[in-house]
């Protein structure tokens, strides 16, 4: 059978060459690894070039089977050459084609020789294009599906692990995309917590994605503000994590941004019910947001007093009985 597999996919035979890469699919990983060795992976990557839909969909299910758990055989495909193929094979109009070509880009972007010679491809801003559907229309690219744009925003958590890499990112109107991916998406969505996620990696570690963010900032601040109130847990938690990044790099900047998309009931009830992550970040960003000047009227004197009460029972964690009955005290007087 390994024979027959290799014979085949070196052939000229069109028919062969896809019945070869199919059965490739079958058969156990050990073997499939054997078959890597004898130069089939140049061959699949020969078969990608063509615009014939079978041979091109074979041979990105057979490549997928070969890269899954091997980061040698990872490092071959992407030395073959496929990484602009696959690029191009995005910006075509057959989607499951373009669902396949994703997830083998995310597959090669999990090990850490390809990162440089992805974002080398000019990668970066054909992917940053296509999860901007508007961008993507004007660019006459495809309109992703769900699933691809999951995989092409993990392929970017994948590249920033380098950082050298996230200012090619930002440059390429990341942040921009991000925003036009929360006017898409409902915020309890799985593709605006990868975003989220992402946006927070990219403004703890990027002087560059800050700049960028605050190009932005009163739309950016807009949306994070909401996902705390409306998000998943995890999508909550990367918001206050992104807010409370933006109000560190400059407190006098951002806190009356913050303040005037009424964030503070949002904080409040994630320092009591969000998970542990979200608890920590909740409660240093209401610190930083609490006004410790002098309150002109006995609304603000009395709301400021009960916010320092609130904090202090926070703080030495009582969030049940009197803690938590003064909690949602001061949430609904917020939101009054």
């Known amino acids: 059978m390994e024979d027959v597999i290799v014979e085949a996919l070196l052939s000229n035979e069109r028919e062969a060459q896809i019945l070869a890469a199919r059965e490739l699919g079958k058969l156990a990983t050990k073997l499939r690894q054997k078959l ?8 699949l990557v020969t078969m990608l070039r063509t615009q014939d839909y ?20 990872k490092i071959r495909i992407a030395n073959s050459g496929a990484i602009p193929v696959l690029l191009e094979i995005i910006q075509r109009p ?20 390809n990162k440089l010679a992805i974002a080398a491809s000019g990668a970066i801003p054909i992917l940053v294009g296509s999860l901007n559907s508007q961008l993507a229309e004007e660019r006459g690219f495809q309109n992703l599906s769900v699933q691809a744009k999951l995989d092409i925003i993990s392929t970017f958590h994948n590249l920033s692990t380098y950082p050298p890499i996230i200012p090619s990112i930002v440059s390429s109107g990341m942040v921009k995309a991000m925003l036009q991916l929360m006017y898409e998406f409902g915020k309890q969505s799985k593709i605006i917590e990868k975003a989220m996620a992402l946006l927070e990696k990219m403004v703890s570690s990027s002087e560059i994605a800050l700049e960028e963010v605050a190009e932005t900032a009163p739309l950016v601040i807009h949306f994070l503000v909401e996902a705390v109130e409306e998000g ?23 806190r009356g941004m913050i ?8 904080l409040l009830q994630l320092s009591v019910d969000g998970t542990s992550k979200a ?19 006995r609304e603000e004197r009395s709301k400021n007093r009960l916010l320092e009460h609130v904090m202090q029972q926070i703080d030495k964690g009582d969030t049940t009985g009197t803690g938590l009955r003064l909690v949602e005290e001061m949430i609904a007087r917020l939101r009054t």
């Open 36 to 43: 890597a060795e004898r130069g089939i992976i140049s061959r």
């Open 54 to 73: 079978e041979a091109t969909e074979a041979a990105l299910c057979a490549l997928l089977c070969l890269a899954f758990h091997s980061e040698r055989n």
């Open 94 to 113: 057959k989607e499951s084609l373009i669902d396949l070509a994703a997830a083998a880009l995310l597959v090669l972007s999990s090990c850490s020789a």
């Open 279 to 297: 608890r920590e970040k909740a409660k240093a960003l209401l610190q930083l947001l609490r006004d410790f000047s002098e309150c002109r009227t």
């Open 232 to 254: 998943t847990p995890l999508c909550k938690e990367h918001a206050a994590a992104t807010l409370l990044v933006m109000c560190q790099s400059c407190r006098d900047r951002y």
């Open 259 to 266: 303040l005037r998309e009424g964030a503070m009931p949002g």
